[in-house]
Nanobody, 123 residues
Framework: QVQLVESGGGLVQAGGSLRLSCAASGRTASSYAMGWFRQAPGKGTEFVAAISWSGGSTDYADSVKGRFTISRDTAKNTVYLQMDSLKPADTAVYYC????????????????WGLGTQVTVSS
């Protein structure tokens, strides 16, 4: 079992920045690929970014490439999402996910989820 707790959401003006954190706890949490999804009001869940367990492999949705950066501190079992040049379209609840992987690669389907953190970008 892995427990995930997100933090760092809030209200920011367009063009601003936020950094989300996702702290993982539980056995072998460091062996899990992790990532971020988001869900805007009235819309489905959207993939945002993913990172392998070592941090050596990352991937991003086209909508956030060049603006968001995913990283992880393996010693702290924490994944970060640095969000710059935020737009009103980035407004959503952001969820952190994790899945055990045998190899060191980014994954896109997770079986553990946090409760989410709200990000609101005003125009």
């Amino acid at each position: 079992q892995v427990q995930l707790v997100e933090s760092g959401g809030g209200l920011v003006q367009a063009g601003g920045s936020l950094r989300l954190s996702c702290a993982a706890s539980g056995r072998t949490a460091s062996s899990y690929a992790m990532g971020w999804f988001r869900q805007a009001p009235g819309k489905g869940t959207e993939f945002v970014a993913a990172i392998s367990w070592s941090g050596g492999s990352t991937d991003y949705a086209d909508s956030v490439k060049g603006r968001f950066t995913i990283s992880r501190d393996t010693a702290k079992n924490t994944v970060y999402l640095q969000m710059d040049s935020l737009k009103p379209a980035d407004t959503a609840v952001y969820y952190c996910g994790a899945v055990f992987t045998h190899g060191d690669y980014a994954a896109y389907e997770y079986n553990y989820w946090g409760l989410g953190t709200q990000v609101t970008v005003s125009s």
